[in-house]
């Protein structure tokens, strides 16, 4: 179990306990947060679960291999440094804490 | 009190458009009604994944059962609406329940076509594949050893091909046209599939023509092809394509044609009916088409939500579409219908490579095989409207973010 936070544009946060070995946008859109849509069902093909990790965080949530860095090119919201695709980031206890910043796109 | 907005068929595109409907903020009601004991979930990993028995059931769900009635949607499930009233605007279900709309989204999807009975497609041991209770039926019998006969060399059958390799089954694999993904894919990328398969251990065998299945019993044991030649079997699995599920639509006198017909809104004729995703089937650029994926279904749900909420928003989304097999990842972005021209890109390594579609000047689609570059930039390049000449794309040392770029 980890409580994620997703932190919105507008202030609004989303705090929620995920299960273990749940990936990120599953648990996002289980839990309404906006512009998480997460199409392809996490097989890296759409790029619509896009986030910033808190920069603390970014080395905890593991590595980008290089279909997600590819996949990183093509999010609505440009990319930078912390992006990640919340697909790729698993629910686990070293998780617990872990505060994410949705990207609103245009 | 305003009747429900009332969604029949449980899948992709419902799942999409309830979602869209709430964030939107939209307080109308919504019904939910399903045929299925399922809440909507996700189709595609059917035939990899959770055939492969590595996913359980409830991750295929697109959102927990749960968070429809939190919510506030009702749903029905396991319920098969039969009929449409369109003058009372209310729809019956095989029980004779009569549920009142104040708009009615079709999203009843496709079926997978069968053999005819007459040449054994109702044996014991043939399948089809396109739910969580086909998968049910078909696992158990996924038994390493054994021999699967796979007819149809479209994406189901290659998926499934490779899940039951994975397993230690034997396969054979027929295909009547004179290569697999005929229809739907240029040469290389057949070539590309077909290598990959064979290298597995496939039999691959093109240009076949089935005849009938042979039983036992009333049990499948195998199939007899036009070459006269007979092969034994344990299981058929028969992925010979789907069908749009129209009947219900039809019967209450709505225009279709592979499909509902709707608007570039995914309106049918009938200003309080809607229909979107497998089931519908709609004007691309001056061409009447139909798909069957997960894109299609999710934006059309999608933008009904958008149109229902009184915008002014019509259907452009570019196509796009995916496929696991075994170790290799094909992403496909665009609708090849109608090229006359295709190119080659090789791939970073020796089992990748893209094929790129143009109808003279103008790029139409990408198949990128364990290349998510050309997947990633070809998309961006074909939305960005640009049209890179086809040997710039031919040429490996081509930077296709530059092409994307400018």
């Known amino acids: 179990m980890a409580n994620i936070t997703w932190k919105m544009e507008d202030g609004s946060e989303i705090s929620v306990d995920v299960k273990d070995g749940l990936n990120l946008m599953e648990a996002a859109t289980a839990n309404n947060v906006p512009h998480i849509e997460g199409e392809c069902g996490g097989c890296l093909s759409c790029a619509t679960c896009h986030v910033f990790v808190d920069p603390e965080w970014l080395a905890k949530t593991g590595e980008v291999d290089d279909i997600e860095d590819t996949m990183l090119e093509m999010t609505d919201v440009e990319r930078e440094d912390n992006s990640r695709l919340s697909c790729q980031i698993i629910a686990a206890p070293e998780l617990d804490g872990l505060v994410l910043y949705v990207p609103e796109p245009e | 009190m305003t009747a429900p907005i009332v969604i029949v068929g449980a899948g992709q595109a419902a799942a999409s458009f309830i979602a869209r409907h709430i964030a939107l903020g939209?307080?109308?009601?919504?019904?939910?009604?399903?045929?299925?004991?399922?809440?909507?979930?996700?189709?595609?990993?059917?035939?990899?994944?959770?055939?492969?028995g590595e996913l359980e059931r409830e991750r295929l769900f697109i959102r927990p059962l749960e968070w429809y009635a939190d919510q506030g949607v009702e749903t029905r499930l396991q319920t098969s609406i039969v009929e449409i009233r369109r003058a009372d605007k209310q729809v019956v279900s095989s029980a004779g329940e009569v549920f009142d709309y104040d708009k009615l989204i079709l999203c009843t999807g496709s079926h997978a076509r069968g053999l005819p009975a007459?040449?054994?497609?109702?044996?014991?041991?043939?399948?089809?594949?396109?739910?969580?209770?086909?998968?049910?039926?078909?696992?158990?019998?996924?038994?390493?050893?054994?021999?699967?006969?796979?007819?149809?060399?479209?994406?189901?059958?290659?998926?499934?091909?490779?899940?039951?390799?994975?397993?230690?089954?034997?396969?054979?694999?027929?295909?009547?046209?004179?290569?697999?993904?005929?229809?739907?894919?240029?040469?290389?990328?057949?070539?590309?599939?077909?290598?990959?398969?064979?290298?597995?251990?496939?039999?691959?065998?093109?240009?076949?023509?089935?005849?009938?299945?042979?039983?036992?019993?009333?049990?499948?044991?195998?199939?007899?092809?036009?070459?006269?030649?007979?092969?034994?079997?344990?299981?058929?699995?028969?992925?010979?394509?789907?069908?749009?599920?129209?009947?219900?639509?039809?019967?209450?006198?709505?225009?279709?044609?592979?499909?509902?017909r709707v608007d570039a809104t995914c309106k049918t004729a009938d200003a309080d009916i809607f229909a979107a995703g497998d089931c519908s089937n709609f004007d691309r650029n001056g061409q009447q088409i139909r798909l069957e994926s997960v894109q299609n279904a999710a934006d059309q749900g999608d933008l009904i939500?958008?149109?229902?909420?009184?915008?002014?928003?019509?259907?452009?989304?570019?196509?796009?579409?995916?496929?696991?097999?075994?170790?290799?990842?094909?992403?496909?972005?665009?609708?090849?219908?109608?090229?006359?021209?295709?190119?080659?890109?090789?791939?970073?390594?020796?089992?990748?490579?893209?094929?790129?579609?143009?109808?003279?000047?103008?790029?139409?689609?990408?198949?990128?095989?364990?290349?998510p570059k050309s997947y990633a930039f070809g998309r961006k390049i074909i939305e960005g409207g640009k049209n890179p000449a086809p040997e710039i794309v031919a040429d490996p040392a081509t930077d296709l973010k530059s092409l994307a770029m400018k």
């Open chain 2, 118 to 260: 007459e040449i054994g497609g109702e044996l014991d041991g043939v399948f089809t594949l396109r739910s969580i209770a086909d998968i049910d039926r078909m696992a158990p019998e996924f038994k390493a050893g054994r021999h699967l006969l796979i007819i149809g060399g479209g994406y189901i059958g290659l998926e499934a091909a490779a899940v039951a390799r994975q397993l230690g089954l034997e396969v054979t694999l027929l295909e009547v046209a004179e290569r697999i993904l005929q229809r739907v894919a240029a040469e290389a990328t057949s070539s590309f599939f077909r290598k990959l398969h064979s290298d597995h251990g496939v039999e691959l065998r093109e240009s076949t023509r089935l005849i009938r299945l042979r039983e036992s019993g009333g049990k499948v044991v195998g199939a007899e092809l036009a070459s006269g030649e007979s092969i034994d079997a344990d299981l058929v699995l028969v992925g010979i394509g789907g069908s749009p599920n129209v009947e219900l639509a039809a019967a209450a006198g709505l225009d279709c044609d592979n499909g509902i």
């Open chain 2, 26 to 52: 939209n307080p109308q009601a919504l019904l939910l009604v399903g045929d299925e004991p399922h809440p909507p979930y996700q189709r595609p990993p059917l035939s990899k994944k959770y055939l492969l």
């Open chain 2, 305 to 371: 939500a958008h149109v229902l909420a009184g915008q002014d928003v019509t259907y452009t989304a570019l196509p796009w579409f995916w496929s696991d097999q075994y170790d290799c990842k094909l992403q496909i972005v665009g609708l090849n219908l109608g090229h006359d021209l295709t190119v080659i890109r090789p791939g970073s390594s020796e089992a990748s490579l893209s094929v790129w579609y143009y109808r003279g000047q103008q790029l139409l689609a990408v198949d990128a095989m364990n290349e």
